[in-house]
Nanobody, 126 residues
Framework: QVQLVESGGGLVQAGDSLRLFCAAS????????MAWFRQAPGKEREFVAGISWSGSVTSYRDSVKGRFTISRDNAENTVYLQMNNLKSEDTAVYYC???????????????????WGQGTQVTVSS
């Protein structure tokens, strides 16, 4: 049974920082890219950041570039999302995604991931 468990969300003020964690179990994900998505109320789930299996290649949506950093520890089967200078528009449920199948340019596509966590709520008050 594959499991992805996110943690680290919470209620913060604009300008604050949070670090999200995604712990994977049931399968070795070290050979596969992983990603973070988010979904705000009434909106579609959107790509936030992705990372290659080695961690050497990362990609971000434009609105979080320079503020968010994705990283991974393959020995621990864990992916992180460091979020700095948070804004109210970052408020959403954040989901970890794994089981990617595709080419590098398809990292932002929801449909390319087989496994999802239950999500962690991030609320940023202005």
């Amino acid at each position: 049974q594959v499991q992805l468990v996110e943690s680290g969300g919470g209620l913060v003020q604009a300008g604050d920082s949070l670090r999200l964690f995604c712990a994977a179990s049931g399968r070795t994900f070290s050979n596969y890219p992983m990603a973070w998505f988010r979904q705000a109320p009434g909106k579609e789930r959107e790509f936030v950041a992705g990372i290659s299996w080695s961690g050497s290649v990362t990609s971000y949506r434009d609105s979080v570039k320079g503020r968010f950093t994705i990283s991974r520890d393959n020995a621990e089967n864990t992916v992180y999302l460091q979020m700095n200078n948070l804004k109210s528009e970052d408020t959403a449920v954040y989901y970890c995604a794994a089981g990617f199948a595709g080419v590098a340019g398809q990292l932002p596509l929801l449909s390319r991931y087989s496994y999802w966590g239950q999500g962690t709520q991030v609320t940023v008050s202005s």
